[in-house]
């Protein structure tokens, strides 16, 4: 059985910086992709970043420039660092794990990350 577990969230005043962490455990495919979603207040889950296994990261225009992912394929872990946090990076962030073949989605269950102004 395949877990996703993130850790991480806070309250954090506008300007600074939170690191999120993610851990894959379970039997899962090596083709695999690892990223960040988030869900604001009253708003709908949206894509922040996305990273593959061989490193390829990629990212919303939202957070471009602030945010970073990156990964520990030994580890089986996913970071996110989000530095010059705004107060409309607010909301619930979700960790997914995609297996790529078949397609196949792990969800975590949300780390809450709050930025005051």
């Known amino acids: 059985q395949v877990q996703v577990a993130e850790s991480g969230g806070g309250l954090v005043q506008a300007g600074g910086s939170l690191r999120l962490s993610c851990t894959a455990s379970?039997?899962?495919?090596?083709?695999?992709?690892m990223g960040w979603y988030r869900q604001g207040p009253e708003k709908q889950r949206e894509w922040v970043a996305t990273?593959?296994?061989?490193?390829?990261?990629t990212y919303a225009d939202s957070v471009k420039g602030r945010f970073t992912i990156s990964r520990d394929n030994a580890k089986n872990t996913v970071d996110l660092q989000m530095n010059s946090l705004e107060t409309t990076d607010t909301g619930v962030y979700f960790c997914?794990?995609?297996?790529?073949?078949?397609?196949?989605?792990?969800w975590g269950q949300g780390t809450q990350v709050t930025v005051s102004s």
């Open positions: 997914r794990l995609t297996e790529l073949f078949p397609r196949i989605e792990y």
């Open positions: 990273i593959t296994r061989g490193g390829v990261a």
């Open positions: 379970g039997q899962f495919s090596e083709a695999n992709a």
